[in-house]
């Protein structure tokens, strides 16, 4: 783990005036975009070089207290900053993983250091999850909103802010932010928005129950209640399969199950090991799955597929399955987004439960 540590610092832990950031434009994909807040979480959970880290998430929050979901660097000067007409506003799960990896911080280094003294990470830690609660959950249906950007202006506005996106159904952290705010209500608030995301990822296993898996988006419907997505909503044609976001979430179901042992989303995830372990591209999933009989949707694989499928193996005790995907992890190209993941989660299977309860 070390050493897949220090790969994964060395090629994208960057520097700036601001302090470090995860670089995930390695192709270029993004124009002249360096970092993005989902990165910044990523590498906050990750890393314990929390201290330049947390320098940069506090030079680039925005007005709501959030980070900015994207910046961008000026080729000439090499200045790291933020378009405020397109990265200003926040993607929640970025702020949600950031916020974690502060409250996880707060235990491991009670004492502080020389830039944040006692009780900073604490400090900070509460005032991202309070801001979360302020401008990234629906009021209403305590639900993850898609960022701070939501809003019910018109009827387009009105149908993407009564939607989620599943990849934020963060519910170890959501736990965690109920164990550790510091004020009673916020606590409470935060187990009524982990009851409720729960519930609307259950909420789909009786009509897939064959298959167990969830979408990438799911919309609210006051009489049909939640449900996936038709064709796009916010990026793609697959917005209501299994795609880029959806992949986590056999990883951030299972982490909630490792952390809790809650028996009620344990139907589900048996539900969907058996489907993706089963699947006749196992270890190497297709980057896409169609949520009412898991068809490839891609003719190719990544790690951000493998890695959460792995993952779920390992947390269900499924030792074969779990090493099948370990040497296919091994196989594939490395990019930004698989192989942060697949460290997160590394850490998170060695390290288990410690430091949630």
Known sequence: MEAKYVAWRNKYIRSCAQGLYVFYNEKGDNGDAVTCSEAHGYGMLISVMHRNLLRYFLAFRNENGLMQWQQQIDKRTHAVFTDMDEGATSATDGDIDIATALFLASRLFPHGGPAFPAGAYAYE??????????????????????????????????????????SDFILSAFLLFYRMHPDPSQRARWQTV??????????????????????????????????????????????????WNACRTPWRLAHY??????????????????????????PALSAGLRIKDARAL????????????????????????????????????SSYFGDSIDLVIGEMATFGAQGWA
């Not at 701070?148 to 202006?153: A, G, H, L």
């Not at 997505?229 to 044609?237: A, C, M, N, S």
């Not at 990544?302 to 399955?321: E, Q």
Request: proline share 5%; net charge negative.
């Open 194 to 243: 982990l009851e409720s995301t729960l519930a609307a990822a259950l909420s789909q296993f009786p009509h897939h129950a064959s298959v167990g898996l969830l979408p990438d988006f799911l919309e609210w419907s006051s009489s049909a209640g939640w449900r996936p997505v038709h064709g796009k909503l916010l990026e793609g044609k697959n917005d209501g399969e299994m795609s």
């Open 298 to 333: 891609e003719d190719y694989t990544d790690r951000a597929f493998i890695a959460p499928a792995a993952y779920l193996c390992y947390v269900l005790s499924d030792s074969r399955n779990h090493g099948r995907g370990l040497a296919q992890l091994e196989e594939e190209e």
């Open 125 to 166: 830690a509460a005032q991202l999850s309070s801001a979360l609660l302020r401008k990234c959950i629906h009021p209403r249906l305590n639900t993850p909103l898609l960022g701070d950007w939501c809003n019910e202006d018109d009827r387009k506005n009105e149908r993407l802010f009564n939607s989620t996106r599943t």
């Open 257 to 282: 199950y490792a952390v809790s042992q809650d028996q009620r989303i344990l139907p589900l995830l048996q539900r969907m090991h058996q489907t993706l372990s089963c699947h006749p591209s196992f």
